[in-house]
Every structure is written in C-alpha cells, then in structure tokens.
C-alpha cells in the first residue's frame, strides 16, 4: 500500500485508464450505459489502477493497486483490500489470485475518472477493523546482551545462647548458603550449596543444585542440563531430577502478551476522538476514522473487571461502550502453546545429601495449547522406574464470570492402577471472588514423586519419615468480598487434605481487613483445624504508618498456648547503600517472647544483627549477606544478585547512580558502581546525576537501558571525560563581531564538528596545542581561524575573541 502520492509516470497512467476503467465500473453495477464490447472504445484488455480509495465517502489517505479486467470488474489482491479496509473472502478468490470487488457481500464500488479514485461502498461486516493497540510503546524487543564474567552469592549467619557478652564461649556455630554462577553467551552454569559447624550430623558441605541453562529468545525454549524441577499443570506434581530439560519459556519475550486479553470492538460512523478506561483509569487518548474498529491489548491484569471505551464526534455526540471481563492465567492466546519436557533420575534427600539419586531413569512431558481465546488444552505423560502416567485437561472461559478446568489422568505400576480426577472454579461477582478445587484419587494412583521418593528415612532409624503417595483427596475453597462500608475486605477459606494413609486435616481460616486514616489498617485472622480441637489461632490489632519507612503495629494473639499482647515497631530498609532498618517486637504473655534487630545496607553487602529473649533464654544472632561479582575486567563487592546486575561506569568519583529512577549508589573512587537488582531480558533503565561530576567532564549521555541476559551482568559506559580536551571557544569574525548564530565549523585536524551560538561561542572538542577551524557561514561564506589550547584541570577552559578570517 502507497500512502496518498503519486510516482512519477504514475499521473499518465492514471489519467489514460480512468475513463475506462469508471465505465467499466459503472457497467458493472448497473450505473451507465456501456458500449457494446464490439466498440472500439469498449475495454478489450486488461490494466492496471492506481486509485485513492474513499469507503462510504471517508477517505482512506491510501492510493490501492487494482486491475480492470475485460469485463469491467475491478480485482485487487487480498493483501491490498486489508490495507484498504475490506475483509478478503476465500470464495471471492479467482484462479489468478486476484479477488473481484463485485463478489463481495454488499460491496459496491465506482471509479471516479475525474478525481482519479475509487469509490466504494461497504457494510461494517464487510470492512476490516482499525485496529488501535493500547499497549504501551516501550520500543518493541531488544536482543538480550551476552557477555562473560561470574557471580558469587553468600549468606553467612552466626548464633549464640546467651547475652552478649557470653557470646564466645556459648558460639552455636556458623553456618552458610553459597549460590555461584559464571555465565556466558553460551549460557549458564549455576553451583549451590550450604556449609555448617553447628550440627555434626548435618553439619559440613552439602552441595544443592549444580545446572547449566541456555535461553533461545527467538523461539522461546530454554535448556537446562544438571539438577531442575520437572515442569507440570495445575493437577501434577513437579519433582527435583538430576538430567535434561526442554521448556518453553515466556519470560524470554516480556513484550509478549500470552493471555487471551478480551477486545473492544465497535463503529465510528464519522471520524471521531477515542478514550479507553480500564478499570475506571483512563489508558488511552487517540482518534478513530469513520468505520469498524477494534481495541486490542487492554493493560488489564487477571482477575475480574470492566472496560470502556468513549467515542466523541466533532457535534459532541458520546458514545460509551462497556465491557466487563475476567482475565485467568488459566488461559493461554489462540495458538500459543507451553510445553515441558525432562529425562533424568529423580533426587532424594535435597538439602540433607549431595548426591542421591534414584538408580532408575525415569521421564515426564506437559503440554498447553490454547486452542482458542476461550479453549485451553493440557496432556500430561510419565514414565519409568515401572509407572505409566497419562492425563489429559481442558481451562475454558465462562466469560465474565470467570474460568473452569477438568482433567482426569490413570496410572499403572505392575499391579497397582488407579485414577486422578481433578476440577477448579474461579469466579467474581457483585465485587466478590471465589476459587473452588477439587482432586480425588481412585484405586492405587501413582506418580513419579511417589514411586521414586522414599518411604523411610535412613537418617533418622526406621520410623515414618513422610507419605509420598498422591492424597485420597484435597479440596480448597476460598471466598472474598468488599464489605458494605469502605475500604474494608472479608476473605474465607477451607482447605481439606486426605492423604493416602487415611490421615485427615479441614482447617478453616477467616480474615478481615479495613483500611482507615493515613493507609492505617485494622485487621483481624482466626484459623481452626476442625479434626484437631488443639489447633486454632487468632490474631487482631491496628497497623499504622508513620513516614520514613516507619510502621508500628499491635494486637492480641490467642493459641493453644495461651494469650499474648504483641507490639511490633519496624523501619524498613531501601536499596540505596547507606540504608538502614530496625525492628523491636515485644509479646507478653504466658512465655515472654523480646527480639531487636538491626540491619544496614553497605556498599559491600547487607548486615544485621538481632538479640532474642524466649522466656529465660536468650540468644543472640548475627549475619551478612552480599555477592562477589566478576565483569568487565574487574572484581566488585555488593549486595546480594538474585537475577542480573550491572557496572556503572560513571568516569568519575562520587556521581549518583539511580535504578528504574531510585537511587541505588555513588561510585567508588574509580567511578564504578556495582547495581545488583537488574531483571534479565526485561528494560532496565540505568541513570546518572551529572551534578557532581566535574565543571570540565564531557558528558554525552545521562541514561541507558540494558537488557541483559540470564542472570548475566552488563557494563554500563556513561563515557564520561574528565579531561575531555575541549573548551568554549568565542568567533569573530575580522572586524570584531560575533559570527552568526547557526554557524557550523569543524577542526582541519580530525572530524570534530561544533554549532556557533549565541555570541558567537561553540563548544570545541578534540583540541590540540594548536588548531585550525574551519567554519561556514549561514551567508554561504566560509573563514578559517587559528588558536592555541591550554587545558586547565577542574576548570572550563574559555578562549575569547578567536579571529575567523
């Protein structure tokens, strides 16, 4: 399609064909007489059109491709209707590929040979929506960076009985967590473990995970090699295997909207201003041309709601069109399918032995494919170490109301067969929300948790460690709802689980909340285990904010073990380095519970430390958490790296450094900066404050966004100068008046180029000794100019009344 311009030689082309090809037209609609095709002005051969198109007198602002044909019919092919505005139909098609006009249903068209244009007339139903994305535009997808270098995580905590001051000779032992991972463009290997001296039966080194993995942005899978959890559905349960994996991986791609997200559609009967609302918020401010249209990509998030889009024509006539919708992560878009799939050998023991795994190989896959915006299908298949597994699923849409799931699955070990049924509800209405599930097993059903796991615990004897089996039966239901007066929300739940050994728990749970002066909350929790009169629990007080990250709250707990008044007094930390955090807790009652911690967030690493008092005993803790990070050339200490992380390099000391516009930092003495909280294959924007850089730094750019790769790092170059070699220099020209404002000049010496402003003054850079400019004039005149250059360390350097010649 050809916005509305003409080529050269298109004008002729145009002009010799428009008579015949509006008669022909006319022709076929009824319109006019024709000649009789044996005159010699009847059309006897085919021609190609170049017409402005207007649908139903509206401008369209596009020039379309169509071909006259000999029977006075107008073709174009299905690609240039859609951009016109028509929807192609399949039978309209002829045996070149081209599609008639005249064929589609309440189309009508006529050439207008003195306005060279088509004009055709259509009904909504036979026209192709404007589409409208209200998405926002964030530049569209970024190719991850993939660089080299490595990240060590540490957790060190220490603990004593005791106060402090018998700290030494009542020290519990020190303990560890350790997650390291050096990465690379082709891909990432991760190592984890935990270390302690404080218990000899499970003290010493115990390694956890030990994984390489590699993302494929472009077709979204990621592989993994080593330790991984097996993927699953709603109604299967993932176990920990030592081998390979295949997963689809949506995080790849964050521009990508994977949720069958509901559409606004509607029609325009004269070019109009479009509002859209989400949640009574308004989303979008744009215009609409006369006709169909369609709103695609609501930023709604899943749950229950209502849309609303406002049309306003230039008369101020409003029309208001309100959808309400229900979005379930349930739920996959039209043809987007989310696959797993892992061969391996089923782990045991995590966490207390490095390496034990089960001696049989064993294998699982799960699929969803979203057949249609309101249809999802699930499979599910296991196997090995003697079980056959296999279910299949289905989540759909009820609309508004909200989404349901089915799924049934069997099973076979040898002898042993059994059956799964699984169902779930969720749904809103009048404001309130409810999630129902159900599972039941039949006969003896089996998976790969229960046939690999063990029964008995070798650590601990031969007493019962733990039922791996499928439960008999679980059933969860849960209920919220906004209560009459305001800002107040009431939640039930009730949860039953049978396991396979007949052992039965129902434990119902209900909780209040109501937000009141200055976000200040009153809240109320109670919980009831109905098969135990023993367990049962409720907790009430008030939480009030108190600015500067200061929160204070009270209440009273009830238990099996008596009643308590708790008062808690909590100063939340921040990122940037320098922050700090307290807590005190205090609850009296039959045992005295007292804690007090303190935290501070240095450059190097987070600390804390804490003292507790239970009853008569006390103890007191201490701990460190950072990370050692490899990038760049260079080894940096900070806080923890959980995902990604970056380098600042400001090019010089003590410039502030701000993360998604919060700041995180100052650089070092080099003018670097560790920034550890970046989101791998997301845009993270990275800024500096140029106030305290230098008077004489050359500072091309304030602001970055990086996109890094799994859990990788990237090095952020402001390209800061200190000694830039460049200086404000003032042109005149010979009889002493400033050269003219627009000015354009560059060094003879290399390409540095420079503007004139005002004053005749410009901004020169590259400088040597001695430089020669050439400038030319806004008149069309050029001059030369010769000076010297002294650089002038912590100063601007200013040259004043440059002779231009």
């Known amino acids: 399609m050809r916005r509305l311009r003409f080529r050269p030689g298109v004008e002729a082309a145009v002009l010799l064909v428009g008579f015949s090809g509006s008669l022909a037209c006319a022709r076929a609609q009824g319109l006019m007489d024709i000649p009789s095709p044996t005159d010699t002005k009847a059309v006897t051969t085919e021609r190609s059109l170049q017409l402005n198109v207007m649908i139903n007198e509206s401008p369209v602002n596009l020039i379309g491709s169509f071909q006259l044909r000999p029977d006075g019919s107008l073709a174009a092919t299905p690609q240039e209707l859609r951009e016109i505005g028509l929807i192609p139909i399949d039978n309209a098609i002829g045996t070149d590929g081209l599609i008639r006009l005249d064929r589609l249903p309440g189309v009508s068209y006529r050439v207008d040979e003195a306005n060279q ?6 009904p909504d139903a036979a026209r192709a929506p404007h589409i409208i994305d209200v998405r926002p535009q964030t530049g569209g997808y970024v190719a991850p960076q993939r660089s080299y270098g490595g990240v060590l995580n540490y957790t060190l905590f220490a603990s004593s009985d005791g106060a402090f001051w018998r700290y030494l000779r009542s020290f519990q032992g020190l303990s560890g967590a350790f997650d390291g991972r050096v990465f690379s463009p082709y891909g990432t290997f991760s190592q984890s473990a935990i270390a302690s001296t404080a218990s000899p039966e499970l003290g010493g080194l ?28 709603s109604w299967t349960r993932s176990v920990r295997l030592g081998g390979v994996q295949v997963q689809t991986n949506f995080a790849l791609r964050p521009d990508l909207v994977t949720l069958p997200i509901p559409a606004l559609s509607g029609s325009a009967a004269v070019p109009s201003t479009l509002d859209v609302y989400t949640q009574n918020v308004k989303t979008y401010t744009g215009s609409v041309p006369a006709g169909p249209f369609q709103v695609t990509n609501l930023p709604i998030a899943t749950g229950a709601g209502t849309a609303s889009v406002v049309l306003n024509d230039a008369l101020g006539r409003q029309i208001v069109t309100t959808l309400p919708f229900y979005v379930s992560s349930q739920l996959l878009k039209e043809g987007l399918y989310d696959f797993s799939a892992e061969l391996g050998f089923a782990r045991r023991f995590y966490g207390i032995e490095s390496n034990n795994y089960d001696a049989r190989p064993v294998g699982s896959a799960s699929l969803r494919y979203g057949l249609t915006n309101w249809l999802t299908l699930e499979g599910h298949a296991e196997g090995g170490a003697g079980l056959s597994n296999g279910g299949v699923g289905a989540a759909f849409s009820l609309g508004a109301l909200g989404a349901a799931s089915l799924a049934v699955a069997g099973s076979q070990v040898g002898d042993r067969a059994g059956g799964l ?89 209900l ?63 921040r990122l940037e380095t320098g922050s700090y955090g307290a807590r005190v807790r205090d609850a009296e009652g039959s045992t005295p519970n007292r804690s007090a911690t303190a935290s501070y967030r240095a450059s190097f690493g987070r600390v804390e430390a804490g003292v507790q ?34 380098v600042v390099n400001a090019g010089a000391p003590n410039v502030a450094v701000q993360y998604e516009n919060r700041p995180v930092g100052v650089t070092d003495s080099r003018g670097l ?21 230098p008077v004489d730094a050359d500072v091309p750019r304030t602001r ?17 100068s200190e000694t830039p070699k460049a200086a404000l220099v003032t042109f005149t020209d010979g009889k002493g008046k400033p050269l003219a404002v627009g000015a354009q000049g560059h060094l003879e010496s290399g390409k540095q180029t420079f503007v004139i402003g005002y004053d005749g003054q410009g901004y020169v850079q590259g400088l040597t000794d001695q430089n020669i400019a050439a400038i030319d004039l806004p008149d069309g005149g050029s001059c030369r100019a010769a000076f010297g250059y002294a650089p002038k360390p912590g100063e601007q350097v200013a040259i004043k009344d440059v002779v231009c010649e």
């Open 613 to 646: 008092q239970y009853g008569s005993n006390t103890r007191a803790t201490a701990q460190i958490d950072g990370s050692i990070a490899f990038a760049g050339g260079g080894v940096f200490f900070g806080n923890r790296i959980d995902d990604a992380f970056a």
């Open 206 to 233: 115990t390694r956890l995970d030990s994984s390489w993995a590699y993302s494929d942005t472009e077709s979204l899978i990621t592989y993994r090699g080593g330790d991984t959890i097996s993927g699953g559905l």
């Open 511 to 573: 909780s209040f909340s109501r937000n009141f002066f200055r976000d200040s909350t009153i809240f109320a929790t109670a919980f009831k285990d109905i098969d135990d009169h023993r367990s049962f629990g409720v907790f009430a007080g008030i939480s009030v904010p108190f600015g500067n990250d200061v929160t204070v709250s009270t209440g009273v707990q009830s238990g099996p073990t008596g009643t308590s008044v708790v008062t808690d007094a909590m100063k939340s930390e």
């Open 421 to 509: 049924f699984n169902a779930s509800l969720e749904m809103s209405f009048w404001g309130a929300s409810l999630y129902v599930r159900t599972q039941r097993t039949f006969g003896n059903y089996d998976d790969i948790a229960s046939v690999t796991a063990p029964i008995l615990d070798p650590k601990f004897g031969n007493s019962s460690f733990f039922s791996a089996l499928v439960p008999k039966a679980l059933d969860q239901v849960t209920f919220s709802m906004p209560l009459p007066f305001e800002r107040s929300n009431l939640n039930l739940s009730y949860t039953q689980l049978e396991s396979a050994l007949g052992d039965r728990n129902r434990i119902v749970g």
């Open 117 to 122: 244009m088509v004009r055709i007339t259509a």
């Open 704 to 720: 970055e966004v990086v996109v890094p790769a799994d859990r990788s790092g990237v090095v952020v170059n402001f390209g800061i």
């Open 673 to 693: 900066l560790l920034v550890p909280y970046l989101n791998s294959y997301q845009k993270n924007k990275i800024s500096i404050d140029p106030r305290n850089l």
